[in-house]
């Protein structure tokens, strides 16, 4: 009997000990986020995704009931930022917001101190939309043309600004001199700020910037909007006429999303993404960003996967084809 009953309690808490073994990280993630969350931004603050990013972290903050901290990571085309968080624990605490130069830097840059298709695993797609070439409004360019007419008469000696290596301003000048047959310099720097300040200030000609971090330039008079790199005119930047129109096959886009490290739990991405679509469809993100020319989308985490992996092979046949290298 005692044998029997002996039996039966190592049996029961066998069983007892599995269910929790199960239970427990059901449990963890149950209460997962219990401090805040860090969002890498990998560009310096006062730009287009710095401001993208600061207010969709507002939203993600209020869902989750947790704060998500900032924290701008510039340098390195976005590599800095972007291979911190690849080596960041897999817990959910920290993510980045990627953009163009996530898809660019793998056949711009070999030697990744990360692999971008292992290192993460995809959130959302926040939204896409078209890059703007600005000038000074002294400037003596006043359309697409103009700029052509001087690249021209003039070869290497207009300069455009990027917020750094394989960014979307990069490559759209990139693409741009190659489509127009011109020569021009680029000059990288550590985030849209700082190359808005020098092309505000005379340093540098012109720049293939986000609509996000040129629209309030262009709105106080500082900046003069000539041209969109979609494939049609904005509707948010009603009479700037598209690139294209001058040189054709001319298409940019920018874009947003947030990736975790890899092996982050699917329970968390899951809470992340639904936080981080929540707050990207509530009004005052969307009012914010779409008067800039940014469309909503909000995706589940496939489709990121699918969009960046299509833009990487589209930017690599570019690169490889015209021998684009990293300045």
Request: glycine share 8%; no cysteine; proline share 7%.
């Amino acid at each position: 009997m005692r044998t029997t009953r002996s039996r039966i309690l190592t049996l029961h808490r066998t069983l007892v000990a599995t269910l929790l073994l199960f239970a427990a990280p059901a449990l963890v993630f149950a209460a997962w986020p219990e401090r805040p969350i860090r969002l890498v931004v990998p560009f310096a603050p006062g730009g287009g995704t710095d401001l993208i990013a600061r207010t969709l972290a507002a939203g993600i903050s209020k869902d989750l009931g947790q704060q998500v901290i900032v924290d701008n990571k510039p340098g390195g085309g976005t590599v800095i930022g972007t291979d911190a968080v690849a080596k960041s624990a897999p817990d959910g605490y920290t993510i980045v917001i990627a953009t163009f130069a996530h898809a660019v830097n793998p056949s711009l840059l070999p030697k990744l101190p990360y692999a971008t298709d292992k290192a993460f695993v995809p959130i959302t797609l926040i939204g896409k939309g078209p890059n703007v070439l600005v000038v000074r409004t002294d400037s003596p360019f006043t359309s697409v043309r103009d700029v052509l007419a001087a690249a021209k008469a003039n070869p290497g000696k207009l300069t455009y600004a990027s917020q750094g290596n394989g960014t979307s301003a990069h490559m759209a000048g990139e693409m741009f001199t190659n489509l127009a047959k011109v020569e021009m310099t680029h000059v990288p720097y550590r985030g849209a700020g700082p190359a808005m300040t020098d092309l505000i200030g005379g340093q540098v000609d012109m720049l293939f910037g986000t609509a996000a971090a040129v629209a309030a330039h262009v709105e106080s008079g500082k900046l003069r909007a000539i041209g969109v790199t979609g494939a049609a005119p904005s509707e948010a930047l009603k009479g700037v006429p598209a690139i294209v129109d001058t040189v054709p096959g001319f298409v940019v886009e920018s874009w947003y999303g947030l990736y975790a490290p890899a092996g982050t739990p699917a329970e968390v991405i899951t809470r992340l993404n639904a936080a981080a679509r929540k707050a990207a469809r509530l009004p005052e993100f969307a009012k914010r960003v779409e008067q800039e020319g940014l469309v909503v989308i909000a995706s589940e985490p496939a489709e990121l996967d699918r969009f960046v992996r299509a833009e990487e092979a589209r930017w690599r046949k570019l690169v490889q084809e015209n021998a684009i290298k990293a300045d």
